[in-house]
């Protein structure tokens, strides 16, 4: 980088105004912004959700293969994401961080580009947050709030008996794309001069850096008269999230191996590494897509619905948690989910 401020040039006001002056107001519900104690938020009738995620380096992400900017987008992207599996619109966010003087202000403007680009894609306002020194690592904290009609929020512990099972999107490029960047991380460490191999692989790849949260998805609700009987995202990965909503609902499920959606990119990256693409798809992260119970008589709804994959349907409690394999086989559903306390 050619130009690098000290953040102590700026000082801890300088640098909180340097970061949020570009940032203008999207919603009317937003009363107070940034500049004073407390944002004001007046949500006219509607009910609020709030919810909060922390992001630790070296934890949660790793700064060697992630662009800054992508973080800022993330960090941002990934809370969203909770607040539409509350079937819920966001509004607002407050944006914390802990750095250390490894970071210059411009390394923390690429970052909030990133914050920035999502708040306008998303349109939620940044209303605040808290800047503070970390002594090593970068730390960020994000609280998302949303608004939701009154009785229209929806749980994970609704699901009902026979309620169809579905997922959005396609699952478990986010895993493929972190077994890359991971595997290309340990070539480059055990020999710098070799140049990532990163060539036809930008779909895994952005999956990880840079997801999207499912806006379309709670927008096709609203316009289709949908209500989804429980719903969550899928941050951990598809068992554990399955295992999650018929735990919380008190039932079992039946979900089939062969209506798993995947992309055809993601398939091909999990032959290539000699992965079983169907764990990959049950067990990788970090996809931020939304899995769903609703009732049957709702199917016609979604038929048309690219976007919406129907993997199975609830059961009774005590005929567990299963999934058919593409071979005829049934097996228990275990939660191996991605977590960080895995690695
Ligand atoms: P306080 O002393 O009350 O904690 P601060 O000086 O930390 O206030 O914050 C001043 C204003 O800037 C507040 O509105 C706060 O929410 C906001 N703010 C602080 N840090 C950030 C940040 N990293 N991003 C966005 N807004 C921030
Ligand atoms: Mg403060």
């Known amino acids: 980088m050619e130009n690098r401020t000290e953040i102590g040039s700026l000082g801890e006001f300088g640098l909180i105004e340097h970061l949020t002056k570009n940032f203008e107001t999207h919603q009317v519900s937003t009363v107070v912004s940034v500049g004073d104690d407390a944002a004001v938020i007046d949500h006219f009738g509607k009910q609020t959700v709030v919810t909060t995620d922390l992001l630790i380096e070296g934890v949660h992400f790793d700064l060697m293969y992630t662009p800054l900017k992508h973080l800022g987008y993330k960090s941002v992207v990934v809370n969203l994401s909770d607040v539409y599996a509350m079937n819920a619109i966001p ?14 202000v411009e390394a923390l403007d690429e970052f909030y580009e990133g914050v920035y680009a999502a708040c306008e894609k998303y349109q939620v306002d940044l ?25 229209k929020f929806v749980k994970r512990s609704t699901a009902q008996k026979g309620d169809l099972i579905c997922l ?5 490029g986010a895993f493929l794309g972190l077994t890359l960047l991971e595997r290309e991380k340990k070539i480059y460490l055990e020999n710098p001069q070799v140049q990532p191999d990163l060539e036809n692989e930008s779909y895994i790849v952005g999956k990880l850096l840079k997801p999207e949260a499912r806006k379309d998805i709670i927008e096709f609700f609203e316009k289709n008269d949908i209500v989804p009987t429980s719903m969550m995202d899928v941050s951990d990965g598809v068992s554990s999230e399955v ?12 979900i089939y191996e062969e209506k798993l959606p995947m992309a055809e990119e993601a ?17 990788g992260g970090e996809d931020y897509e939304l899995i769903f119970t609703m009732k049957q008589e709702d199917y016609d709804k ?7 994959a129907v993997i199975g349907y609830m059961t009774d409690l005590e005929e567990g948690k299963k999934i058919l394999t593409k071979g ?12 960080a306390f895995q690695k």
């Not at 209303?127 to 009785?151: H, L, R, Y």
């Not at 295992?243 to 039946?254: V, W």
């Not at 398939?267 to 693409?277: E, H």
């Open 302 to 308: 979604i038929t048309l619905q690219e976007e919406i």
């Open 267 to 283: 398939r091909a990256a999990a032959f290539k590494f000699g992965l079983d693409p169907t764990t990959c798809a049950l067990s």
């Open 127 to 151: 209303i605040g947050g808290d800047t503070s020194a970390s002594q090593k690592g970068f730390i960020i904290s994000v609280t998302a709030i949303g608004e939701v009609t009154p009785g």
């Open 91 to 104: 509004t607002q966010i407050t944006m914390s961080i802990g750095i250390s003087n490894r970071f210059s």
């Open 168 to 172: 959005t999107g396609t699952v478990g």
């Open 328 to 339: 005829g086989n049934t097996f228990d559903i275990t939660a191996q989910g991605w977590n």
């Open 243 to 254: 295992l999650h909503l018929c735990r919380q609902s008190s039932l079992g499920c039946r």
